[in-house]
């Protein structure tokens, strides 16, 4: 099956700085990438959509320039969280879809710790 | 809106069978799916329907209708492992987009 992978699968950092987040599809090419995160027992909050070679999409009320993203090849997007604060903590993961678009595989995640 | 509406726990012991069910709003479907989610872990993919009727995956089975807004997933002969976080999921979009439910926290107890 298609496997995504994210690194780091955790990270702590401290308050105003930038951690940067990638995501892999290993086995497929993704044309297109999606970023969410997630907090404790919540569900997962889609963040954009990362498109191969154009910028990415940003669904309503997440911060552009907090949350840069690069889909710089058909296999690897990056989320960058720029000036890290405490509320910025969360679960983030990434996923990849190949030709249907109803399903999409989903990396491991990665926690990020703002202290 | 994006909004789905599922129960937030269920519980139920093994052997047994759970129906998780799910109500969403109407404007920009693309179909409903269901995921799996064990504690710390990735989503999986579980079931997809686009049109209006039963979907058998195994174990597991997801209904629609669309005229009703409404889908539900069924789980037969549970087992242990399938304690986990089952999230209703409609698509938003030709481009993929997906949009999670609040999610459903199952526990299966022996």
């Known amino acids: 099956g298609a496997v995504v992978s994210q690194h780091p699968s955790w990270v702590i950092c401290k308050s105003g700085t930038s951690v940067k987040i990638e995501c892999r599809s290993l086995?497929?090419?993704?044309?297109?990438m999606f970023w969410y995160r997630q907090f404790p027992k919540q569900s997962l909050m889609l963040m954009a959509t990362?498109?191969?070679?154009?910028?990415?999409?940003?669904e309503q009320g997440v911060e552009k320039d907090k949350f840069l993203i690069n889909h710089a090849s058909l296999t690897l997007s990056t989320l960058t969280v720029t000036s890290a604060h405490p509320e910025d903590s969360s679960f983030y993961i990434c996923?990849?879809?190949?030709?249907?678009?109803?399903?999409?595989?989903f990396g491991p995640g990665t926690r990020l710790t703002v202290t | 809106g994006q909004s789905l509406e599922q129960p937030s726990e269920v519980t139920a012991v093994e052997g047994a069978i759970v129906q998780i069910n799910c109500t969403y709003q109407?404007?920009?479907?693309?179909?409903l799916s269901w995921y799996q989610q064990h504690d710390g872990g990735a989503p999986t993919f579980l079931s997809y329907?686009?049109?209006?009727g039963l979907e058998e995956t195994g174990r597991f089975s997801s209904f629609l209708s669309r005229s009703d807004s409404y889908g539900y997933l069924l789980l037969q002969e549970l087992q242990m492992k399938d304690s986990a976080s089952y999230f209703c999921?409609?698509?938003?979009?030709?481009?993929?987009?997906?949009?999670f439910g609040r999610g459903t926290q199952l526990t299966v107890w022996p």
């Open positions: 996923s990849a879809r190949d030709d249907r678009p109803y399903e999409q595989y």
């Open positions: 086995d497929f090419q993704a044309t297109t």
């Open positions: 990362s498109n191969e070679g154009s910028k990415a999409t940003y």
């Open positions: 109407t404007s920009g479907f693309y179909g």
């Open positions: 329907n686009a049109l209006d």
């Open positions: 999921v409609r698509g938003g979009s030709t481009l993929g987009r997906l949009y």
